[in-house]
């Protein structure tokens, strides 16, 4: 082998080192932007995860108040009844009995405060029932709201785990599959805030 055949091996060989560390730096240059994707996804997901875990105490805890307020509710109308009872019961008594009997004063002062404490207790049964629905109103947010990032967190977790697929077999078509599944957790994820949809 003659110099100049030496020097153009050592040419082609250079060459060749030179594309493939071309190519590397390409390939790690992809490999980086995937990398920051996934980190970036992995947070999104990180962070509907702790807000769905918010929204679904904040909703569970909405359910437990209105579910007491409706016992409360409950409470108040059999009250509410007893009295009603006791008047019907009195007034009985009062069809017997003559105006400037005995008894007679007793039954109906016992008619009027028994009339006051049933309105007592209807005043008192509407502002539960504003409260218990109000309560509703507030779990009903709240479950809106961690339904979406539910759906966040599905969505970014099958996005990392395609991103790790695309990293190991080095194949940018599945990075690109997992951008889209994970722009598409990014959206409900601010949905989660926004309830724009």
């Known amino acids: 082998m003659t110099d100049q055949d030496k020097e153009e091996v050592k040419a082609e ?3 060749e080192a030179k594309e493939k560390e071309t190519a590397d730096q390409k390939k790690a240059q992809w490999l980086n932007y995937l990398s ?5 996804i992995a947070l999104c997901a990180t962070l509907s995860t702790y807000k ?16 007491d307020q409706w016992s409360l509710y409950q409470s108040k109308s059999i009250k509410e009844y007893l009295y009603e009872i006791q008047i019907d019961n009195l007034q009985a008594e009062l069809i017997h009995s003559q105006p400037g009997a005995v008894g007679y004063d007793n039954i109906t002062s016992r008619i009027a405060s ?12 509407e502002q539960v029932n504003k409260d218990a629905k109000q309560f509703e109103l507030q779990r009903d947010d709240a479950s809106k709201h961690g ?3 539910g ?6 977790q099958i996005s990392i785990l395609l991103s ?9 078509p599945v990075w690109y599959f997992s951008m889209v ?16 949809f």
Do not use: C, D
């Open 13 to 15: 060989v250079k060459a």
């Open 36 to 40: 920051v994707t996934t980190i970036l």
């Open 52 to 67: 769905g875990a918010s929204y679904s105490g904040k909703s569970m805890l909405s359910e437990i108040k209105a579910n």
């Open 114 to 125: 028994y009339g006051q404490n049933i309105n007592k207790y209807k005043a008192a049964k």
């Open 147 to 149: 339904s979406f990032f």
């Open 151 to 156: 759906l966040a967190v599905v969505f970014l």
């Open 164 to 172: 790790s697929i695309a990293a190991l077999i080095k194949k940018k």
């Open 181 to 196: 599944l994970g722009l598409i957790g990014i959206l409900y994820f601010v949905n989660g805030f926004l309830l724009f």
